[in-house]
């Protein structure tokens, strides 16, 4: 099982960004995704996830309404659109798998499978 994120950079504060997670070795239809972030000196935060299985969607209060999370199971591929980026989104962004299918109730956890990080950065 693979997870690879892409997409981070440098922007300014208010504008956007979007993060692909590519997955192999899994398929969408049996496992939820999510992104989860650190930012230096902080804990890691998990942002949102999303099960194409059961369409759950779930959001941190931190990104509601600027960050958009999708799937398409044709490319086995999940992103997360970042719009209004504001400085304290500045971190290392990363998927993994989620357990319980995204559950609405309690954190985002992070599950078995994690992939590599992405340097998001936004400058104000």
């Known amino acids: 099982v693979q997870l690879q994120a892409s997409g981070g950079g440098l922007v300014q504060a208010g504008g956007s960004l979007k993060l692909s997670c590519a997955a192999s070795?899994?398929?969408?239809?049996?496992?939820?995704i999510g992104w989860f972030r650190q930012a230096p000196g902080k804990e890691r935060e998990g942002v949102s996830c999303?099960?194409?299985?059961?369409?759950?969607?779930k959001y941190a209060d931190s990104v509601k309404g600027r960050f958009t999370i999708s799937g398409d199971k044709a490319k086995n591929t999940v992103y997360l659109q970042m719009n209004r980026l504001k400085s304290e989104d500045t971190a290392v962004y990363y998927c993994?798998?989620?357990?319980?299918?995204?559950?609405?109730?309690?954190?985002?956890?992070?599950?078995?499978?994690w992939g590599r990080g992405t340097h998001v950065t936004v400058s104000s």
């Open positions: 999303i099960s194409t299985k059961d369409d759950r969607i």
């Open positions: 070795g899994l398929t969408l239809d049996y496992y939820a």
């Open positions: 993994a798998t989620v357990p319980n299918y995204c559950s609405p109730y309690g954190p985002i956890d992070g599950g078995q499978y």
